[in-house]
């Protein structure tokens, strides 16, 4: 089931306090409407009752949906600078919850979904994005590499990341977007083919790649660009 609490809110701009439902744990299998909300951009958006000033809570909660294959940690973009031990803890948890000492029912879902965690909501967003169109997200981190390594001038910085937004016919539709409120600067489209060449990956070009994320729960090009504490 998906669970929420009611919560203080202290408004970003005028400072006032009022209450509000934050979501502890999703089920999109009994719910989908709300993982139509996460892909519309608007769960867990609020507005100040005073000021009217409207904002987005950030992300912090278990995401299951077993239809599309999902299990996730969402979590704040803020907890990016410390992903290995976040991911530890989200393995753990999960074979906790699904492994072997966990019911039978349990240990049939965990069959069926992919562990992750995310940080931040266009992270989160993409995730479902790609499911839904029925790609890999490990080939879809490739792709962005690809593009990344081809590109004369990147607009990247600490702050955004390359993120798949759509399909538009043939094309993948990425764009550089904002972790922190998901703002989305460039955007261009990625033939699909590219994405059909890397999956294949007749001329092993990729393989190093792929392994890197073999049997991880954060798969996200961040992996390997936010360096971890000693």
Known sequence: ???????????????????????????????????????????????????????????????????????????????????????????ELFGLVYGDGAPAAARAIGKRVKPRITFGWPALREKLVASELGLDDVVVEACKAAVMRTSRELPFNAETDLRLLNLDGDKLVMGWQRAADGTIGDVMGVPKKLYAAIAANEDGRWSSLREEFEGQLFVDLDRMLVEQPA
């Open 1 to 91: 089931m998906s669970l929420f609490q009611t919560t203080q809110i202290v408004c970003p701009l005028c400072k006032s306090r009022f209450s509000f439902e934050a979501v502890h744990s999703v089920n999109a299998d009994r719910r989908p409407a709300l993982r139509e909300a996460i892909l519309a951009n608007e769960f867990q958006r609020m507005a100040c009752p005073q000021c009217h000033e409207g904002f987005r809570l950030a992300p912090s909660f278990t995401y299951l949906d077993v239809a599309h294959g999902h299990w996730i940690v969402a979590a704040p973009v803020t907890g990016l600078a410390d992903w290995a031990a976040r991911e530890k803890t989200a393995r």
